[in-house]
């Protein structure tokens, strides 16, 4: 992998790592639910764990199967956090929310979209650098 290729994958799952959290801190803003603002902390955190990740990775001088399984692994509990915060948004208690806190309000159902399509960027990423440099 060339350095052009390597600084693109860094750059899309940085970035998509950044408008995955601030969409939790929208969906935050709109819904006051505790439990489900733990879901949403887990998301972040996840997020903020694939962040470190790949900028160890661009800084290091060699890259280890190990440093690159531990990014595959944390992008996976990223996508799987994402995925069942989704779905569960519409199962209680979060569907019996009140109408001006409604999980399926719109703007808490576009953020999810957004992640969604974020993790997706990011998996294929992760693929594509794991793919091009695992020994």
Request: net charge negative; hydrophobic share 40%; with cysteine.
């Amino acid at each position: 992998m060339n350095i052009e290729q390597m600084n693109t994958i860094v750059e899309t799952i940085v970035n998509e790592c950044e408008s995955i959290i601030s969409e939790t801190e929208n969906v935050t803003e709109v819904i006051d639910l505790e439990s489900f603002a733990e879901e949403l902390l887990e998301i972040r955190i996840s997020a903020e764990n694939v962040q470190t990740l790949i900028l160890m990775i661009e800084e290091s001088e060699y890259i280890s199967n190990n440093m690159l399984d531990n990014l595959e692994n944390e992008s996976i509990q990223l996508y799987q956090n994402i995925k069942y915060s989704f779905d569960n948004i519409e199962t209680p208690p979060y569907d019996a929310l009140s109408e001006n806190e409604s999980s399926t309000n719109p703007e808490v159902i576009d953020s999810f979209v957004c992640m969604r399509d974020s993790i997706n960027a990011i998996r294929d990423a992760v693929y594509e650098l794991v793919t091009s440099m695992k020994v």
